[in-house]
């Protein structure tokens, strides 16, 4: 009767939530460059050059200023906080 020994292959240990940490990074990134360009050449782009302001030749209004701002303000948010998760700063974070 032969005996068949399997050795285990010793795998290196990666500490919990390194992969997490640069995947939510990268995808909050990711998403924000996405974010510019799908929103540079009709809101961003559009306020320092000389185009009309929307495609349909109007004025922007003051309530998509503020949707514009808000947006981009909570696009930079998401970046902030899993930065700061991805940093180990999760106290700053909460």
């Known amino acids: 009767m032969n005996t ?3 050795h285990r292959a010793t795998a290196r240990q990666v500490p919990y939530g390194t992969y997490d940490r640069v995947f939510y990074t990268g ?3 990711v998403m ?3 974010v510019f360009a799908g929103f ?3 809101y961003y ?3 320092w050059s000389g185009a009309p302001a929307t495609l349909s030749g109007g004025s922007i209004t003051p309530n998509l ?8 303000a909570w696009v930079l948010l ?6 700061l998760v ?3 700063r999760v106290k700053a974070h909460q």
């Open 4 to 6: 068949t020994v399997a």
């Open 27 to 29: 995808l909050a990134i």
């Open 32 to 34: 924000a460059l996405t």
């Open 40 to 42: 540079g050449g009709t």
């Open 45 to 47: 782009f559009r306020l």
């Open 65 to 72: 200023h503020l949707h514009a701002v808000a947006f981009t």
């Open 78 to 83: 998401f970046i902030i906080q899993t930065g």
């Open 86 to 88: 991805a940093a180990r």
